[in-house]
């Protein structure tokens, strides 16, 4: 397993992008490019990680690719085309976004607020359709050689349960273009998966563990107060059974990443960091 997370070293060349992650301890990177990025930037940034050891985890393409908004559709599905062949030539594992929400969204920005959030038809049978004929469209565009589009698990739209996103890949039918961004956290929407998370963290290797391609790390805290109240935590500080999680994972692919994420102080990744690590030298692992 290669963790990673964002770094806050300011750096000016792609030389010094990579030897920051490196005095972090970091294997895996997330790009530091979007789309639009020169094939000199893009050639640059690859060498430089190789040279370092690195891989690079992700490309983000966050976006609604399922907005009623047609211009917004339009734009998104645009974005993650070009993100997903930047990934591809850059040599990252993934194209990441979310599969979209049918909630409405403002013109402006792809990012506006609504743009993930949940919606009653983000569960209709059509929604299943739509997202299985978007990802389709999206990846044969592309035509990947080495990167592959992946969908965030999210608590209100699919995919939202390891079976949930099976389904999807079965669906979607392009073995070679579409696998698994692994973020169990996200699918942690009730306090019987809360209690229950070592099985659903089995479930999704068990079910997914061939396509899975990266992970994300975070951690989950249930409060005791009403109605069901959960907040996305440092890993550490909340229930997700990294041991579970690690130990499954390490089953995988040793170059498998594991990325933090949300955080905002240096500090704070250090200490998700040393975390992790600490698990995994309980469990005689290599992060």
Known sequence: MRLGGPIFEKWSTPEEWAAAHRKLGYGAAYCPLRSGASREEITA??????????????????????????????????????????????????????????????????????????????????????????????????????????????????????????????AIDRPQGFGVHLDPVNMISSPQLYFANAQLIRTCFELLGPYIKSCHAKDIRLAGKLTVHLDEVCPGEGALDYPTYLEEASKLNPDLPIMLEHLHRAEDYDRAAAHLRSVATQLGLSI
């Open 45 to 170: 940034c690859a060498r430089a990680a190789q040279e370092a050891g690195l891989i690079i985890s992700e490309v983000g393409a966050w976006s609604n690719p399922l907005s009623p908004i047609e211009s917004v559709r339009r734009r998104s599905i645009a974005l993650c085309q070009e993100s997903l062949a930047l990934a591809d030539e850059v040599g990252a594992q993934t194209c990441v976004t979310i599969s979209g929400t049918r909630g409405s969204q403002d013109e402006a920005s792809l990012t506006a607020p609504g743009w993930d959030g949940p919606h009653p038809d983000n569960y209709a049978g059509e929604t299943f359709n739509l997202i299985v004929e978007t990802t389709r469209q999206i990846i044969d565009a592309v035509a990947p050689r080495r990167a592959c589009f992946a969908l965030e698990t999210m608590p209100w739209m699919y995919p939202d349960s390891p079976e949930s996103y099976l389904e999807l890949l079965h």
